[in-house]
């Protein structure tokens, strides 16, 4: 197939690109360097050593002798993406090309706009593409498990059966994101939707859980091939960062209480997830939503797992419970339907005590090169609020 990875250049597009190839697909990918700005702009860097994507493909091509196109440029210049759909004339498209942390969003107004600029204008800038030069391709599209944050029944996926005054209808589940970033993905996943029902677009709308992890097969085939992996309070994810935390001898950074429960998953199974999703198009005319999780934990379980898993290598690990800087439910029910892509064939990877200790040693490697300055959380939700939380 031929398909088109916007986002190319980052933690899950560049192995994904990556997965593709190997498979022979005919790959191409978008990027503008966004993220590797953002972290120049906040002092910050990938704790991994990536080199610049021209590098990183020809290595891949002397690796496996496969080739992949990119295209450098934003995917919020609309002419700009109009052109790359039009002369790659995608089967497929895998939507990474977003501003994806939470805390950068609530840094400031400018940033908050910033986010979903690139977010929203750029998903309308890629259906208007698709719409115009592709109409039959398959829209991969990567939303979020936060889409529906933390209500007090079951999440189901994407749709819910509502009766109402006597009424029935299959309606898209409510939507409670718990920050900016958040809100563009839901916005995001109204206009695809609308655009699958008016232009009879196909899409998939994958709502991921908090990813972890730092090695996919094809990423560990050379070590030019290693994706970034981010660690810091504004692009680290809670795992990765308790992983580095524990190396590094920082206390676990847990936030409030630390029962905040989410879905959670490897990076190898969002390669997977992905790939099954572009191997089962939706139909034309539909929005369909995948919950794309594996497992769910609060933060005060994965903060033991891994002072266990760490204290098992040696090392000493403390827990500690900071002010929550975020507006988020510390205590709430959480239970998320995700059997879709069990279904198409979801083979797991269950996190447990062996696979924190692979992700510590991958650490441990690139030890020297942690920032330490770029840990402690600061980004605040409601900065009216005082850092005790209180009004
Ligand atoms: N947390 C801590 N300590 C930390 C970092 C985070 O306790 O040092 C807590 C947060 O308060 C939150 C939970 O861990 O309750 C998850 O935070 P996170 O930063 O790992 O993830 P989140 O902000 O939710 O965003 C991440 C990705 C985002 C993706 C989302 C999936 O950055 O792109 O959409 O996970 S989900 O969480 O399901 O919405």
């Known amino acids: 197939m031929r398909i088109l990875i916007l986002g190319g250049d980052g933690y899950l597009g560049w192995p994904t690109a990556l997965r593709f190839s190997a498979r022979g697909h005919e790959v191409s990918v978008v990027d503008n360097f966004s993220r590797r700005r953002w972290h120049t702009e906040h002092g910050t860097a990938s704790l991994t050593p990536i080199g610049e994507l021209d590098e990183r493909i020809a290595a891949w091509r002397e690796v496996s002798g496969e080739q992949i196109r990119s295209y450098v440029g934003a995917v919020e210049d609309g002419d700009f993406l109009d052109e790359v759909v039009a002369e790659t004339k995608p089967e497929v498209v895998v939507h990474y090309g977003q ?16 986010t979903q600029q690139a977010n929203v204008i750029g998903n309308l800038n890629l259906l208007f593409a698709m719409r115009d030069h592709v109409p039959d391709a398959h829209l991969v599209k990567l939303g979020t498990m936060g889409e529906y944050g933390q209500p007090d029944i079951d999440i189901e996926e994407g749709y819910i059966e509502i009766e109402h005054k006597g009424r029935k209808d299959t309606l898209p589940y409510p939507k409670l994101p718990g920050s900016l970033y958040h809100c563009s ?66 206390p676990l950074t847990v936030y409030g209480a630390g029962n905040q429960t989410r879905g959670f998953l490897n990076i190898r199974d969002t390669l997977a997830c992905v790939e099954l999703a572009a191997l089962n198009p939706a139909e034309r005319g539909e929005f ?9 934990f609060s933060v005060g379980q994965l903060a033991e797992l891994v002072k ?17 800087p975020r507006v ?20 797991p990877t269950l996190l447990g005590e062996e696979l924190v200790e692979s992700i510590i040693h991958a ?15 600061k980004t605040r939700w409601n900065p009216a609020k005082s850092p005790a939380g209180q009004a």
């Open 99 to 114: 501003q994806a942390s939470a805390p950068f969003s609530m840094l400031s107004r400018e940033r908050a706009v910033e």
């Open 185 to 250: 993905k839901v916005h995001d996943s109204t206009n695809i939707h609308f655009a699958c029902r008016t232009w009879g677009l196909r899409a998939t709308d994958l709502n991921q859980g908090v990813v972890y992890g730092v090695e996919t097969e094809e990423t560990a085939r050379d070590e030019r091939l290693v994706t970034r992996f981010d660690y810091d309070e504004l692009f680290g994810t809670v795992l990765n960062r308790f992983c580095v935390q524990a190396v590094i001898g920082h």
């Open 288 to 296: 369909r939503v995948f919950n794309q999780f594996t497992e769910q």
């Open 308 to 324: 266990e898993a760490g204290e098992h290598l040696g090392y000493s690990v403390e827990i500690q419970h900071y002010e929550n």
């Open 328 to 347: 988020e439910k510390e205590e709430h029910y959480y239970n998320a339907v995700h059997t879709k892509l069990l279904d198409l064939g979801l083979e």
């Open 363 to 377: 650490i441990e490697r690139h030890k020297g090169r942690v920032i330490e300055t770029a840990i402690e959380p």
